[in-house]
């Protein structure tokens, strides 16, 4: 797929790797539909639009169907095609298992797998009308691996990576693809939080001995956006962390 002159929807693309992405589909010619909670900063709109490209800001909650529904009315309301949507938006609320309410648990899964599913449906019927299109869900390694703390994320993830080989099947024969990024200990600045001491342990654990940054997962959207003939997979970007 060429991406000039396309019309990309990234969910949860304010800041960290949804920024990034968006950045990387403008820097390709795409135009830009950022999206989160509440509306993107003037300096994410800036940096979107000194790229040459149209840049539309709409926020919408995706755990809310009508919302997620109004959204899309307003992209077709100013752009009559949409050609990749990119799921990124989701949360952590980590806790151990015996320590996890079924609150805890519930709201990381309605974000981000809901979300994920509410977004692609609402997507679909204009998409399938116009026989192309790419779907890019962000997954994680934690949901390949699971991890101590986080099983309502883990569950979320590994979720997204079975919704994604169900749409991939399914929409193929209407000429859409759906794949899966799963990144893994990426410079954001959730890891920036964490301790010396823990990130040495992780660091032990990636052949490839540093941390990924989000350059490196927007690189990947503009892949398997461009790729015509990959569907239906998870791509790991995460230093060789899971390898088998």
């Not at 960290?16 to 709109?45: C, K, M, P, T, Y």
Request: net charge negative; glycine share 10%; hydrophobic share 45%.
């Amino acid at each position: 797929m060429n991406l000039e002159g396309k019309t990309v929807l990234v969910t949860g693309s304010t800041q960290g790797i949804g920024l990034a992405i968006a950045q990387a589909f403008a820097a390709q010619g795409a135009n830009i539909v950022l999206n989160g909670r509440h509306d993107a900063s003037e300096d994410a709109i800036k940096s979107i639009q000194d790229q040459g490209v149209t840049c539309w800001n709409f926020s919408a909650d995706i755990t809310d169907e009508t919302d997620v529904g109004d959204l899309i009315k307003h992209i077709y309301a100013v752009s009559d095609h949409l050609d990749v949507v990119v799921n990124n938006a989701g949360i952590v609320n980590d806790k151990l298992l015996n320590r996890m309410s079924m609150a805890d648990f519930q709201s990381v899964v309605t974000t981000n797998l809901t979300g994920t599913f509410n977004v692609i449906k609402a997507c679909l019927r204009p998409m399938y009308k116009q026989r192309a299109g790419a779907f890019i869900n962000l997954a994680s390694v934690i949901g390949l691996t699971g991890n101590i703390g986080q099983a309502n994320y883990a569950a979320s993830k590994a979720g997204i990576i079975g919704l994604t080989k169900s749409v991939a099947k399914e929409a193929a024969m209407r000429g859409l693809r759906c794949n899966a990024i799963a990144p893994g200990m990426i410079d954001t600045a959730m890891t920036a939080d964490l301790s010396d001491k823990v990130k040495e342990g992780i660091l032990e654990q990636i052949p490839l001995k540093r941390f990924g940054n989000v350059a490196e997962v927007a690189q990947t959207a503009i892949f398997l956006a461009q790729n015509e003939y990959i569907t239906g997979q998870t791509i790991t970007v995460d230093g060789g962390l899971t390898m088998q």
